[in-house]
């Protein structure tokens, strides 16, 4: 496994990082979900992914108890407030209040004395952005946050939450985690260079497109019964189309000359950013990570993005 700082911060973590959404405390038993942080762990992943609206609380309450058999000081635990988590007025957004409370309510699922990496897991237009910077800025100082981060704001937001923070003094934004992978390449455009200049590293999440970049789903055929596709709240309609179908079966071609599987060459291309810090992958079974790990160190040659742009773009 290979590590990278995130952002200018100087804490690394690993390219390859573990998530819990949809998993952990939903449609995987608990005992499946602890052998894959385990996995994980063992192979060198020392960031893992949760949030308090994952299941109202029960995934954050998983991958604590999963983790505490192992030392604070060895892995990098990341959680997120924004969501709706009761039915009251001030029980989901970005306010002081929402913020402070949740941040306790997630420690207390967690079993731990402070997080990491607090994401603001979207914007928030109703709460003034001086408000809930200020509320993490006081997390921090009081050690129950060390960084702080946002998910899916645009580059304007992020650079205006960045200027508000270098005049108020307050704690920066230092991580971002967007929808990042070769069948979503939003952030390329704007995000990226925004965060290259001020310090911001990328933690991608769905780096595989929900699973089409592994190659389980074909045209013409039915979705695999054990497949996230086939759950009935899912909806891939966007990205499970024929035309990326099509471009995975092409890019499967690139993976071989690789000794590659596709899964692999995704997220190996992703890592081609070095604004990217980790890769934030999905996994109900250990041996989903063993193979998604190998992807951390692979160095795609110009050659093979080439050919991989090519496909991309048809």
């Not at 060895?74 to 039915?87: E, H, N, P, Q, W």
Request: glycine share 8%; charged share 25%; hydrophobic share 35%.
């Amino acid at each position: 496994m290979e590590y990278r700082r995130l952002g200018h911060t100087g804490l690394k973590v690993s390219e390859i990082s573990l998530g819990s959404w949809l998993t952990y405390g939903g449609y995987v038993e608990e005992q499946k979900a602890e052998a894959a942080i385990d996995k994980a762990y063992d192979l060198g992943i020392n960031f893992f992914d949760t949030a308090n609206v994952y299941m109202r609380g029960e995934a954050e309450k998983i991958v604590g108890k999963s983790l505490s058999k192992y030392p604070r000081d060895s892995y990098v635990l990341a959680t997120k407030v924004f969501g709706k988590m009761g039915d009251g007025p001030n029980d989901q957004g970005l306010s002081r209040k929402h913020i402070i409370e949740q941040c306790h309510a997630s420690l207390q699922r967690l079993g731990l004395d402070y997080i990491d990496i607090y994401y603001c897991h979207r914007y928030h237009k109703d709460t003034p952005l001086e408000e809930t910077l200020r509320a993490l800025d006081d997390l921090i100082r009081q050690g129950k946050v060390l960084y702080i981060g946002v998910s899916e704001w645009t580059a304007e937001q992020i650079t205006e939450a960045v200027h508000l923070a270098d005049k108020k003094l307050l704690d920066r934004i230092v991580v971002n985690q967007p929808n990042y992978s070769m069948l979503h390449r939003n952030i390329e455009n704007e995000i990226i260079p925004v965060s290259e200049k001020h310090g911001i590293g990328q933690v991608v999440f769905s780096p595989l497109a929900q699973g089409v970049l592994t190659g389980k789903y074909k045209i013409g055929e039915s979705l695999p019964a054990d497949s996230r596709a086939a759950q009935e709240n899912m909806d891939l309609s966007r990205v499970l189309t024929e035309s990326n179908l099509e471009k995975v079966e092409s890019l499967k071609e690139i993976a071989s000359d690789e000794n590659l599987s596709i899964a692999q060459l995704a997220i190996a291309w992703i890592l081609r950013q070095q604004n990217v810090s980790s890769a934030l992958i999905g996994a109900s079974k250990p041996e989903q990570i063993e193979e998604n790990v190998k992807a951390s160190g692979i160095n795609l040659s110009q050659n093979t993005l080439d050919k991989i742009e090519n496909i991309l773009n048809k």
